[in-house]
C-alpha cells in the first residue's frame, strides 16, 4: 500500500534521490540516481541528514563481509527528518526528527538520500543531540544491548518494564542470569560498541564491577560513563591488575569484548573467574578468537536485539534513556566532511584507525 507523504510541495516534486554505491569489491564509489522510494507496510523512509561510519562499512567495501551482489549502498546508521511512512506506522510521522538503524544494501542502506527501513529500526532524535551525533549511536547501542542481554542472560531494566516483569526472575541464557554476575570486563571501552556498553551494564547492574580496557588517554572519559576502573591490556601485568579490581581478586565472571581483543591477546581469558560463570560476548567484527575449554561463548551483532525478548522495544525505548540522562554519547563525533561524496574519503580515514572517536558524515 502507499506510505504517506510530508504534505510539502518538495516532496511532491522530488521524484529521484542520490545514491552513493560501491560498483564493485574493493571500490569504486560512484554517485548514481535511483528512483525516490516508497514505503510499504511498517516501513518508514528517512531523508538522510548524517550518515555515521562503521568498521563493517569498510570491511564490505574490501572483502565483502555481508554482500551478495553488486553494486551495493552501505551504511548502517543515519539520522534525518521521515520523508513518508507505511499506511500502518503509526508512531511516526512525516517531518519528525529521527534517528535509525540502517541496513545492508539496496533501499535500506544509509549511503543516499533517502532510506527506507523497519519503523522498529527507528526512534525519535534526542532534542539534546545534534544529527551529526544522533546519527553516531543506533548500531553501537543495538549491538552493546544484545551482548549486555545475552550476557546477563536477562532483559536490560527498561525492557523488563516494558514486558512487565517484576523482580529478577527473567529468561536465561548460557545457565545464569544476572545476580550471579559481579564483575565483568568490557575490552575496548572506548569503542562506541564498549562505551554503550558500560553505560548498559551501569543500568542493569548497579552494584557490579565493571572493568574496561581501554588507551590510558580515555580512563577520564569511559569512568564517567559507569566504569569502576580502566586497564591497558597492553601491560605486561594486565591480568594481575584486572584481577586484583574484582571481589576477592580472583577474577571477572564474564567478558564482553567489543573488538575482538582476545585474537590479539588470548590471556585475556586468564581474567576470568576460574569458578564463575565463565561468558564471553564477542561482538562480530569479523576477528577469530580461539574459546578455550570450559567458557561459554556467544557472538553478537546489532540486528540480533530484536531476536530476544523486549528486544522490539529497544530503539524506541533509547530516546527516554538519553533525556532521562540514563545513556550519554558513547564517543565524540567527528564530521569527517559533507555530502555523499565525503564518505569514500571518510571510511579510508576509519580505516587507517581512529581511537575513541566517531567519524560521521553532514549530508
Not at 553488486?70 to 511516526?92: C, L, Y
Not at 565493571?210 to 576502573?229: E, R, W
Request: hydrophobic fraction near 40%.
Amino acid at each position: 500500500m502507499p506510505g504517506t507523504l510530508a504534505p510539502t510541495p518538495t516532496n511532491m516534486e522530488v521524484e529521484t534521490i542520490k545514491k552513493y554505491v560501491a560498483i564493485k569489491k574493493g571500490g569504486p564509489f560512484q554517485l548514481v540516481t535511483g528512483a525516490r522510494p516508497t514505503p510499504g507496510p511498517g516501513e518508514v523512509c528517512i531523508r538522510n541528514h548524517a550518515v555515521g561510519l562503521n568498521p563493517l562499512d569498510w570491511k564490505n567495501l574490501y572483502y565483502g563481509e555481508m554482500v551478495k551482489t553488486w553494486p551495493e549502498v552501505f551504511g548502517i546508521d543515519t539520522a534525518g527528518i521521515v520523508e513518508a511512512v507505511g499506511n500502518d506506522v503509526t508512531a511516526f510521522k512525516p517531518g519528525d526528527a529521527v534517528m535509525s538503524l540502517a541496513g545492508h544494501g539496496g533501499r535500506a542502506g544509509a549511503f543516499q538520500e533517502v532510506t527506507t527501513v523497519p519503523a522498529h529500526f527507528v526512534c525519535k532524535k534526542p532534542a539534546i543531540w545534534t544529527f551529526e551525533e544522533s546519527s553516531s549511536v543506533p548500531i553501537c547501542y543495538l549491538t552493546a544491548a544484545a551482548a549486555v542481554t545475552k550476557t546477563l542472560g536477562m532483559p536490560l531494566p527498561y525492557i523488563r518494564a516494558e514486558l512487565g516483569l517484576e523482580g529478577e526472575d527473567g529468561f536465561t541464557i548460557n545457565g545464569t542470569t544476572a545476580p550471579s554476575i559481579r564483575s565483568i570486563l568490557v575490552v575496548g571501552g572506548s569503542s562506541g560498541v564498549g562505551a554503550s556498553s558500560v553505560q548498559l551494564l551501569r543500568l542493569a547492574l548497579p552494584l557490579a564491577v565493571i572493568i574496561t580496557t581501554n588507551s590510558p588517554k580515555h580512563n577520564d572519559h569511559v569512568m564517567k560513563l559507569g566504569a569502576t576502573t580502566c586497564t591497558d591490556r597492553h601491560d605486561p601485568n594486565f591480568v594481575e591488575k584486572a584481577k586484583s579490581a574484582c571481589p576477592g581478586g580472583d577474577g571477572v565472571d564474564a567478558i564482553i569484548d567489543a573488538v575482538g581483543g582476545s585474537a590479539e591477546n588470548a590471556g585475556l581469558f586468564d581474567v576470568l573467574r576460574p569458578d564463575g560463570p565463565k561468558l564471553y560476548s564477542q561482538v562480530f567484527t569479523g576477528n577469530k578468537v580461539v574459546i578455550p575449554e570450559g567458557v561459554s561463548s556467544v557472538t553478537v551483532f546489532g540486528r540480533m536485539m530484536f531476536q530476544l525478548p523486549g528486544g522490539m522495544f529497544a530503539m524506541s525505548k533509547l530516546v527516554d534513556l538519553v533525556d532521562d540522562g540514563k545513556f550519554k554519547l558513547p564517543l565524540q563525533v567527528n564530521v569527517s566532511g559533507n555530502g555523499l561524496e565525503a564518505i569514500g574519503p571518510g571510511l579510508e580515514k576509519l580505516k587507517a584507525g581512529v581511537s575513541g572517536t566517531k567519524l560521521v558524515v553532514s549530508l
